[in-house]
């Protein structure tokens, strides 16, 4: 709880800097700079997720570690990220060529560079984690976070356009890793390898490998529209995806950060793994599905009020993408858990099961544009999300039922409060502007949503409560 504590500090603190800075950088952007920006991320985060699921999960699920395993594992990401680097450099011109975008080249290139970057701070940043002394990763990560969103809309209002939001990710990452290396107590060089890094090579070899074909499966839907959509339709889409995605994508790495240190300290207690699960499913889908289905249910006025009336048209896939995030976002929960008991072989069929699903909607979905692309989402990812969850609460000998029953309640509290606060703002955009219907949606919606929980969700509501103020519940 302590860790929590200061990681979500850290990140409130971050996100209202850079959720401000976002609204005023999107002033200045239009639709095709979304579009290169969408591209060149997807390959880029392909080799970040190898990276961050792979050689760092592995030498924090290690029990023990010492200083010469520490130093061999420090050699392994250095010729890991330099492999990175030069593949990017390489394969740029023909991704170039592949989309029909001369811009791409340049951009994949550039975020390129934030993979030797990382090496500065990297062995720092692992040891810190598995330590779980977030306080210092938190005061790092906040300072690098603000840096890199003031640098991007300074840099958009002065006319840079897309290269703004690359260039503040290379800032935000040259800070970052300098804070590291600063808080680190200690400092390790890279060293030769032997026998004893073995064991970390196999677990790391597969979590990344799945990790790699997750992210890649998940994310294929901006890859596959860059094929088929025209560049401004893709802009709007990846516009909409980056919305939707924003607080999954600063919350989830949040839990997923503690999680996999704490599931790994209890591996061998399955009650307690049983326990702490459940109620982490229970907390997140309380949290989860207002924030998401709020947006569903308010972007038809959000997206005018605060981004300008030329991304209008990205409203309505906001709120089809955005339908599927809360599903979406406790299935992450699963992985740090199955990864602790060292359950790789159901996380890769799992993955198989998404991608046997997911990859022929995306095609089929981008036959109809970027609203198909958001509607082959949400069903195709109902659909194996409940195949998969199924399978992972067998191999953690979890009642499939008491999952269901951890989950229910919040989303549907969370139907009536998404069905209230569209048909609110249906009809007061009629007759109000729209950050004036957005502000009442927001209000309206908050309460209709507290108001239920309390009502129909109490013990979850009140577990919550004495989560955010740190006791046990009596």
């Known amino acids: 709880m302590n860790s929590l504590k200061w990681v979500v500090l850290g990140k409130i603190i ?20 979304y579009a290169v920006i969408g591209l060149s991320s997807f390959f880029t985060s392909l080799l970040w997720s190898f990276s961050k699921n792979g050689i760092a999960t592995a030498i924090i699920r290690e029990a023990n570690v010492t200083e010469s395993l520490m130093r061999e594992f420090f050699t392994l990401a250095i010729v890991a990220h330099t492999a990175f680097f030069l593949l990017l450099q390489i394969i740029a011109p023909y991704l170039s060529d592949l989309y029909g975008d001369p811009r791409l080249e340049d951009v994949v290139r550039v975020s390129s560079l934030t993979f030797l970057i990382s090496l500065i701070g990297y062995v720092p940043a692992v040891t810190m984690n598995k330590e779980m002394n977030f306080k210092r990763l938190t005061i790092v990560d906040t300072i690098a976070d603000s840096v890199g969103a003031v640098s991007t809309v300074l840099m958009a209002w002065q006319g840079l356009g897309y290269w703004s939001i690359i260039l503040g990710i290379v800032a935000m990452e040259l800070v970052r890793q300098i804070g590291y290396l600063i808080r680190a107590q200690r400092w390790v060089w890279p060293g030769k390898f032997s026998s004893d890094i073995k064991p970390i090579l196999n677990f790391s070899w597969k979590s990344a490998s799945q990790a790699t074909v997750a992210y890649s ?54 009650g307690q793994v049983e326990y702490y699960f459940l109620k982490s499913q229970r907390i ?19 997206v005018p009020a605060l981004f300008g009336e030329k991304w209008e048209p990205a409203a309505f896939i906001i709120t089809l993408y955005c339908l599927s995030m809360p599903m979406r976002s406790i299935e992450q929960l699963f992985s740090p858990v199955l990864k602790s008991l060292n359950k790789m072989n159901v996380i890769l069929v799992n993955t198989a099961i998404y991608a046997a699903i997911l990859i022929p909607g995306f095609f089929i979905g981008a036959q109809y ?13 109902l659909f194996s999300f409940m195949i998969a969850s199924y399978r992972s609460c067998n191999a953690l000998s979890i009642g499939f039922s008491k999952f269901i029953g951890s989950v229910y309640k919040p989303h549907v509290i969370g139907l009536f409060m998404l069905a209230g606060t569209w048909f609110l703002g249906q009809y007061l955009l009629t007759m109000l502007p729209s950050l004036a219907v957005f502000i009442v949606q927001v209000v309206a919606g908050a309460a209709i949503y507290i108001g239920l929980s309390f009502i129909f969700a109490r013990s979850e509501t009140m577990e919550t409560i004495n989560l955010v103020r740190n006791r046990k519940r009596k």
């Open 14 to 33: 971050a996100q209202t800097v850079r959720w401000s800075m976002t609204i005023l950088t999107l002033k200045f952007l239009f639709p095709e700079d």
């Open 217 to 270: 499966i998940f994310n294929l839907d901006v890859a596959v529209a860059g094929l088929f959509l025209s560049t401004t339709d893709l802009g709007f889409y990846q516009f909409a995806v980056v919305l939707a995605m924003m607080p999954a994508a600063k919350a989830l790495p949040v839990l997923r950060q503690v999680a996999l240190p704490t599931y790994s300290k209890i591996q061998n207690d399955a």
């Open 284 to 302: 997140s889908s309380l949290l989860f599905v207002p924030v998401f289905w709020g947006l569903a249910a308010t972007a038809n006025s959000m």
């Open 369 to 381: 544009g970027s609203q198909g692309m958001a509607l082959s989402w949400l069903f195709c990812f």
